[in-house]
């Protein structure tokens, strides 16, 4: 009922705001904004797994890594479905926590199939290379997976089989309208041994997922 009460408000407050005031359109925006996000996190049973960084700059969407935007972390939110005092965010890895990369940005995490551990990506510095590292879920067994002094390495992802897949400019083609470095398929064991690229692709390809039977 309340929620419905917010709802029916909101839309009271549309109907006789004028299309001329940009600032009341705005409030109404943000809180329409606020009250959708607050239905989807009421929607989990379960921690709300996230990433905190600058919102995105980069000259292009396939590029991102090249800039730097330091600050921030990864961090998992308990008890999403409580707006009370039980929705804490608790931090998995960032510059305070005892195992820690430091400052930097950190980026695209993601859960392991048993949700013990999270593999993501870590930029220390603005002319240093991304690389792939994996922590527990407590924040403990911090270790890099992917190392490199001229390749980015992003967007990993769990493998059923117990590889790493992610993308990697190793491929050392160029994008041809703009000559950054070409983000291909890649696998890893799951101790970091045994590179593989999977892609002969020539452009660059995007955040790697597996379907829901496995591939």
């Known amino acids: ?27 109404l925006y943000c809180q329409a904004r606020q009250l959708r996000a607050g ?9 709300l797994l996230f990433v905190k960084r600058h919102p995105y700059f980069a000259g292009h969407i396939y590029d991102d890594f ?7 972390g990864i961090y998992a939110l308990q008890a999403p479905d409580n707006p009370g005092s039980g929705r804490k965010a608790r931090p998995v890895i960032d510059p305070q926590t005892d195992q820690t990369l430091g400052g930097g940005v950190y980026r695209d995490p993601e859960l392991s199939w048993d949700a013990g551990r999270i593999v993501f990506a870590h930029k220390p510095a ?4 991304t690389s792939i590292y994996e922590v527990g879920l407590n924040g403990g067994g911090l270790r890099r997976l992917t190392e490199s002094v001229d390749h980015h390495d992003v967007a990993p992802c769990y ?4 590889r790493v ?22 696998t890893i064991n799951a101790d970091g041994s045994g590179l593989r690229a999977i892609s002969v692709n020539n452009v660059n390809e995007f955040d790697p997922a597996v379907l829901p039977d496995g591939r």
């Open 165 to 186: 897949v992610f993308l990697s400019t190793r491929a050392r083609a160029l994008v041809p309208c703009f000559n950054s470095g070409v983000a291909t398929l890649h």
């Open 39 to 47: 239905i989807h996190l009421a929607m989990l049973d379960a921690p």
């Open 126 to 129: 603005s002319d240093d290379v």
């Open 66 to 72: 090249y800039t730097w935007h330091p600050g921030g």
């Open 159 to 162: 493998l059923p089989d117990g």
């Open 1 to 27: 009922a309340a929620l419905i009460d917010r709802i029916t408000l909101l839309e009271k407050r549309a109907q006789e705001t004028s299309p001329q005031d940009c600032t009341a359109w705005r409030q």
